[in-house]
């Protein structure tokens, strides 16, 4: 056995760079998929340090469908003996940036232990929590920046998420200016015996298996992304496979000889395979370790990219450092193990039919597997009909990630039955004998080349799709953010005197000013930011309005309607003519839908004489202004600056938020453009693999054309062209798949994902630059066969004929 | 009552807070807290004498002072004779005086109930904020309630009660009926404290007929027995140097009940306590004329506390051993002490309820280091 193995191993020594190209093969295919592990695994623990610290994770919570829930009913739970814990949660704006401020009841609060943690060291009354003005709580970078000198003290609490604070309900009503109100309610592990069900005593509340509020689990949200990056690693790592499995094959190709020879000497063919396993599973180790290390650092260098996808986009709690987990680890080696096994599982039964064979049948199994293409084609066309039900008829983002790998799949299983077919039509239409060779010669390769060009075409199809999406949401973001950036200043006011101070010297002036009044309530047992606007022409001429009423701004100004976002539209499935909750006695007509990218949570527009109206507790920050006839945007951010004494940081002009904007837009999709690259990457290096495999094989079928009189020269250029046409095939029909792919990305899961659907634009250009790369990767794929071809020595040609008896 | 005043103290503020909030403080904390008790009852009212209680409206709420407490213990048997105790018990303690809307008030409230036998002891706790309706205490009808515990009359006074309490493993509901007088402690309800002039408002009734049903894992039950209420509020914290409280309530065959208890220090234990005739005259206890002495120590949540007691009283000739009904009633509340049912027999037979505190862990408070 050992000296099976020795022999067996001997091979690589005479084989260095094969050795070395399925070790790398392998080793990036793992570092790709445990880079997007690592990624994943470090983003979800940093969600639920917080949540699991806090303890809130996993009880259920109950909330109202139209927003608050009032006191009483939290006192009538209590009095039927639920052992529930109330939470208030609001929008809280002490200084420049606002925060998620949370009040809690400190005496049954789950999370209230860790509070306590921070009180001893600082040596402050425990029962400072809530004695008045109390105590706030917030992680040291949400203290350092936006907590100075509020009133209440301050305690740094290491494991809150940035940008919420956690307080005392007391507390927290006195700074949001309510009472009497709860946001929700957590239900404690340990109820007593004998209690009434919730249905009964609370039917107008609605019961989630989680806390979803701020401080509940991000993942929900964030789910989307990650299952994003996985399918993403997940691909890179089947393109990987490729590489291993042609060049396993290869190998036992090679071993040929050394096959028989052992055989003749009397291995059973039992430790022959046990060998070839060993070998692979070393290989495995090997290559699973390299890919480790390689996977930690790509994953190091796209953290922080990620990091500020996930703060961007959802707002998500992640921390910055990566740290090495077992779990990890031990998924990364055992993806590397299952993987070669999967991908030497042909060469193993290669293996076992040579061994008890012992006759050169490469043709044969070449021709075998060409009949099985109408078998690829069935169960292709099969899969993306599956696919295509799927996505029509199926619902939420695990349907439309489905759809799009039976899709994806699909197409691939077609490729070789498609190419066959393309190259069977283009022999009949063809006369000139050395073409007819070549042709008549690819399709005879077609099934030891099909899976890289599989490969490849996944590949192709995920970059075209990706580069379109990512591509279609730029332009449509672009051209959205100047839509909606109507005013040319935007100031932010320190405090309700401040504005005041603002509207008034803008009047003075004869600037027109936009001001923001917000209101953040609940609608649909989510949080819902509620604009009051002023009427001013900008608003109508400007706001990108998806889908309106007529007269839709004159019915919000004077019929008290309201515009709402697409998330929140596609969420709650509202349209225009609807109505949308407020409050217990408030509903208003929905008169438009706006289109609103790179925020996760629901929003609305009113009128602000109608906030005003209804008296709701309005906050002011924010204040557009626009200048007066003949005055610059930037003389009027001078003397706005002098005359109230603003820091120029308070004045911002529309070009550098929308500069800002687009810089959050871009670094968002870093990753996905180092990944498209990578997979690409990958796809070429299967190729590579694929005609080292084919090579010793092809060689029966070279020497007769060789001895026909085609020089080795003409060979090679043939062996290029081979190549370069198949690559070229492969991308048109990667470029349909590709298309389709971004359709599915755009309408279905983004709109899954972020509750937004965006137009889809065409890129030519960056199809040819990616045609380009392909053709490059094909090109270089064939560079090692061909400068073989050129130096092989004539008597190996002849010998072929005398091998073959 | 001096023992119960420093439970509740205790208890209700650094219990609830430091206990049950910060349940992580380490124990040093929780002693801070303990000193806290030391000052000043500033802004809060101070009982004064001559002022005689008003009923009904002394039995509700009096969030002016800093502490308060509605404490019922009774001794019940089965229908098939086995003795088990219960407890329910609602504390009152203010941050500050007075009342405020919904979460601003200053008023916590927190509640203990517990069902003994003679092998198994069950407990739970409630916490809740003042000025939400989560907790409270109303006059008319009489009502002491947190969340759905309840202490319940039919009217004003505290004459027919209906108590109920439930937790995960127990749950209980008791008629009361008084079966004698109010008994004002003190100088008509004025109780001293200390020489140095601190005092309570106290007053109880000891003698209810008491019958319900208890419900434990292994099913319901019917009991009956005795029951005994105390009423207590004051704002004034105590000396800061006893490590711990002895207190016995019992109720003996004669008619008559013994209410005494031994606050242990440092600088030598101190006992008081109240004998009550069989038709409810209050005879005061001298300093020393009551005297407790352990007999034997159980191990109980790895601390050692005794559970058999030789308790004398020379003036009424009273040598009794008192000895647990359960030795292991231990409450793990956020502050943890031993209270249950004991049986009195000597010279005197009868039954009661014994509490004990500030028994540490076992190196700290082990019996060699008592004297």
């Known amino acids: ?805 | 009552m001096i023992a119960r005043a420093y439970r509740a103290v205790f208890a209700c503020i650094s219990t609830a807070i430091l206990g049950i909030v910060f349940p992580a403080l380490p124990v040093s904390a929780q002693t801070q807290g303990y000193a806290d008790l030391g000052r000043a009852a500033t802004g809060f009212a101070v009982p004064t004498p001559g002022v005689p209680l008003q009923f009904p409206a002394d039995h509700g709420a009096h969030p002016d002072y800093r502490i308060e407490w509605w404490y019922l213990t009774a001794n019940l048997q089965t229908e098939t004779g086995e003795d088990l105790g219960i407890q329910w018990t609602l504390f009152r303690s203010a941050l500050a005086p007075g009342e405020g809307p919904a979460w601003q008030s200053p008023q916590i409230w927190m509640a203990h109930a517990a069902v003994t036998t003679p092998s198994d002891h069950h407990f739970a706790e409630r916490l809740g904020r003042g000025g939400t309706g989560q907790a409270g205490v109303e006059i008319a009808p009489f009502t002491a309630w947190i969340d759905d515990w309840e202490l319940r009359a039919p009217d004003a006074s505290l004459d027919r009660l209906a108590v109920t309490a439930r937790s995960e493993d127990f749950a209980y509901a008791l008629d009361l009926a008084a079966d004698g007088p109010l008994v004002l402690h003190g100088s008509d309800g004025y109780s001293v404290k200390s020489a140095q002039g601190q005092a309570s408002y106290y007053y109880a009734q000891p003698a209810y007929q008491i019958t319900g049903q208890i419900t434990l894992p292994d099913g319901s039950h019917r009991v009956s027995g005795t029951a005994w209420l105390d009423r207590e509020w004051s704002s004034q914290p105590l000396a800061p140097d006893q490590s711990g409280w002895d207190w016995f309530s019992l109720r003996l065959d004669s008619g008559e009940a013994l209410m005494g208890f031994v606050l242990r220090s440092e600088q030598g234990d101190f006992t008081s306590g109240t004998w009550i005739t069989a038709d409810g005259t209050v005879e005061p206890l001298h300093p020393e004329e009551f005297q407790a002495a352990p007999l034997a120590w159980s191990e109980v949540a790895g601390r050692q506390i005794p559970t058999r007691w030789h308790v004398t009283l020379d003036s009424r000739q009273l040598r009794v051993e008192v000895g647990a009904l359960n030795p292991q009633a231990w409450m793990g509340t956020s502050f943890a002490y031993w209270e249950g049912p004991v049986t009195v027999s000597g010279s005197h037979t009868g039954r009661g309820y014994l509490e004990m505190t500030g028994y540490g862990e076992l190196r700290s408070n082990s019996p060699s280091n008592r004297k």
């Not at chain 1, 249905?199 to 019961?207: D, N, R, S, Y």
């Not at chain 1, 996985?230 to 490729?242: C, K, P, R, S």
């Open chain 1, 1 to 805: 056995m050992i000296l099976t193995l020795r022999v067996l191993l001997s091979h690589w020594r005479h084989a260095p760079l094969q050795l070395g190209l399925l070790i790398l093969g392998l080793a990036l295919a793992t570092a790709l998929w445990s880079a997007v592990q690592a990624i994943n695994s470090e983003a979800r623990a940093s969600y639920s340090r917080a949540v699991e610290q806090l303890g809130t994770r996993d009880l259920p919570s109950l909330t109202a469908p139209d927003g608050d829930i009032p006191l009483a009913t939290y006192v009538a739970l209590r009095r039927a003996g639920w052992q529930v814990s109330p939470v208030l949660e609001g929008v809280w704006t002490p200084a420049k940036e606002s925060l998620t401020l949370l009040g809690v009841d400190v005496l049954s609060y789950p999370g209230a232990a860790l509070m306590a943690q921070t009180t001893p060291a600082t040596g402050l009354d425990p029962l400072a929590v809530l004695r008045p003005p109390g105590t706030l709580y917030a992680h040291p970078d949400t203290l350092a920046h936006v907590l100075q000198d509020t009133g209440p003290r301050v305690m740094a609490l290491q494991e809150l998420p940035q940008g919420i604070v956690l307080t005392d309900l007391s507390v927290a009503e006195r700074l949001l200016g309510t009472s009497g109100r709860l946001s929700r309610i957590l239900i404690l592990p340990d109820q007593p015996m004998g209690l009434l069900p919730l249905t009964q005593l609370v039917p107008e509340l609605e019961l989630s298996t989680t806390d979803d509020g701020a401080l509940g689990d991000p993942q929900r949200l964030t789910q989307s992304f990650h299952l994003n990056l996985t399918a993403f690693g997940l691909l890179a790592f089947g393109v990987g496979l490729f590489i291993v499995q042609g060049s396993v094959t290869l190998s036992v190709e090679q071993r040929r000889g050394t096959i028989h020879t052992l055989r003749c000497l009397g291995v059973p063919v039992a430790t022959l395979i046990q060998a070839l396993l060993l070998e692979l599973v070393l290989l495995a180790l090997v290559a699973g370790v390299l890919g480790l290390v390689l996977g930690y650092i790509v994953a190091g260098f796209l953290l922080p990219d990620v990091n500020a996808t996930l703060r961007g986009l959802y707002g998500a709690p992640v921390a910055g450092a990566l740290s090495l987990r077992p779990g990890w680890v031990l998924s990364g080696l055992g993806m590397a193990l299952a993987g070669t096994g999967l991908a030497g599982l042909q060469a193993l039964l290669t293996l076992k039919h040579m061994a008890t064979q012992l006759t050169q049948a490469s043709q044969a199994v070449a021709r075998r597997r060409a009949g099985l293409i109408w078998i690829w084609a069935i169960v292709g066309l099969l899969l993306i009909g599956l696919a295509g039900g799927m996505l029509w008829g199926g619902n939420g983002l695990v349907a439309g990630f489905v759809g799009l790998a039976g899709l994806m799949l699909g197409c691939a299983l077609l490729l070789p039955p498609s190419l066959f077919w393309a190259l069977t039509f283009w022999l009949r239409m063809t006369r000139r004998p050395v073409l007819r060779w070549l042709i008549a010669d690819s399709r005879l390769q077609l099934p030891g080349l099909s899976l890289s060009l599989m490969a490849l075409l996944l590949a192709i199809a995920t970059n075209i799709g990706v580069g379109t999406m990512v591509s279609s949401f730029r332009l449509t973001f672009t051209g959205w953010i100047d839509q909606r950036l109507a005013a040319d200043l935007y100031v932010e006011a320190a405090g309700p005197q401040q504005a005041q101070a603002i509207l008034t010297w803008a009047e003075a002036r004869g600037a027109r000013s936009l001001p923001q009044y917000r209101w953040t309530t609940r609608s649909a047992s989510a949080p819902l930011l509620l604009y009051g606007v002023v009427d001013d022409p900008l608003y109508r001429q400007n706001w990108p309005l998806l889908r309106s009423l007529p007269d839709a701004w004159d019915r919000l100004h004077s019929k008290g309607a309201v515009l709402i976002n697409e998330q929140l539209a596609h969420r709650a499935d509202l349209a225009p003519g609807d109505m949308l909750a407020l409050g217990p006695d408030w509903s208003a007509r929905i008169v438009g839908i706006y289109s609103d990218y790179g925020n996760p949570d629901g929003q609305a527009i009113a009128g602000i004489t109608t906030l005003q109206q209804r008296a709701v507790p309005l906050t002011l920050r924010r204040i557009g202004l626009v200048p007066p006839d003949g005055e610059t945007p930037e003389g009027l951010a001078a003397a706005l600056r002098q005359d109230l004494a603003l820091p120029a940081s308070a004045i911002l002009a529309k070009d550098r938020i929308r500069a800002a904007s687009v810089a959050v837009f871009d670094r968002t999709f870093v990753v996905t453009a180092a990944l498209n690259v990578l997979t690409l990457g990958v796809a070429g290096f299967a190729m590579l693999t694929s005609f080292l495999s084919q090579w010793s094989r092809r060689l029966p079928q070279l020497a007769p054309v060789w001895a026909m009189g085609v020089s080795r020269r003409q060979l090679a250029g043939l062996e290029l062209l081979r190549s370069l046409g198949l690559a070229l095939l492969t991308f048109v029909l990667a470029l349909p798949l590709g298309l389709g792919l971004a359709w599915v990305l755009l309408t279905v899961i983004n709109l899954e994902a972020f509750g937004w659907r965006l137009p889809m634009f065409l890129f030519p250009a960056d199809w040819a630059r990616l045609l380009g790369l392909t053709g490059a990767a094909a090109g270089i794929a064939a560079l090692l066969p061909i400068l073989r071809l050129l130096h092989i020595p004539p008597a190996r040609l002849l010998g072929v004929f005398s091998n073959d008896r």
